[in-house]
């Protein structure tokens, strides 16, 4: 059971550049969802999903899409990327929208815009 | 969503009670007071929630005052590996968890 898990961990990218941030989890969560956290700062919602098919924005969506084509993953797309987007990005999942339960986090993806 | 908050920062020695307070005094009838942690710059650790009852698990207690008003989270045995920033989160689920800028606690040696 690997739980939350986030590819690339680290990456640097030039601005205008395009890339994809890879979230999946293996706990048939219902609920996924994207942060953003900027240095000193709490997290931020940038967008999040209650089910395949189905997406909405947060608190901060500008500069980024998401798809959710099956329960398991939840991709994060940087179309044209700027330095503003510099930050480490968090996926996380939960059972279901509205439950009384816990959120499971994974690790991060730490990404330069230069 | 109703707002928190929470002391910037807290010290405690090693091997003593933390107790880290949060005010939510908007909480409405159906909102949980959630507590998650995060480690240096790792992802964001669940630690315990509650609604009204006192709630007590591996990790740590939770106390809720009768008024729902505020709450505190207690870590029994603070260790080093407990140095961490502290979120009070109030919501309905576990979901769009509006995290502030939290307390960050020091364990001292």
């Known amino acids: 059971n690997a739980g939350v898990t986030q590819t690339p961990k680290f990456q640097v990218l030039k601005t205008g550049q395009s890339m994809t941030l890879q979230c999946a989890q293996d706990?048939?969560?219902?609920?996924m969802s994207w942060y953003r956290q900027d240095p000193g700062m709490g997290l931020r919602l940038i967008h999040y999903?209650?089910?395949?098919?189905?997406?909405d924005q947060g608190e901060v969506p500008n500069g980024y899409n998401v798809s959710r084509s099956t329960t398991e993953d939840f991709p994060l797309r940087l179309l044209s990327a700027a330095p503003s987007q510099t930050s480490v990005y968090f996926c996380?999942?939960?059972?279901?929208?509205?439950?009384?339960?816990?959120?499971?986090f994974g690790q991060g993806t730490r990404l330069t815009v230069v | 969503d109703a707002k928190t908050t929470q002391p910037p920062s807290m010290d405690c020695a090693e091997g003593r009670a933390a107790n880290l307070p949060c005010n939510h005094s908007?909480?409405?009838?159906?909102?949980?007071v959630y507590w998650y942690r995060q480690i240096h710059s790792q992802g964001p650790q669940y630690i315990i929630h509650?609604?009204?009852n006192n709630e007590t698990n591996e990790m740590a207690s939770l106390i809720i005052t009768e008024d729902r008003k505020s709450s505190t989270l207690i870590l029994p045995h603070a260790t080093l590996r407990d140095t961490a920033v502290y979120y009070c989160?109030?919501?309905?689920?576990?979901?769009?968890?509006?995290f502030g800028t939290g307390t960050r606690l020091t364990v001292i040696p």
């Open positions: 996380a999942s939960s059972y279901q929208e509205g439950w009384n339960t816990e959120a499971f």
């Open positions: 706990m048939n969560h219902e609920y």
């Open positions: 999903s209650v089910g395949a098919g189905i997406t």
């Open positions: 908007t909480i409405s009838g159906n909102e949980y």
């Open positions: 509650g609604l009204k």
């Open positions: 989160i109030v919501r309905t689920g576990a979901n769009n968890l509006f």
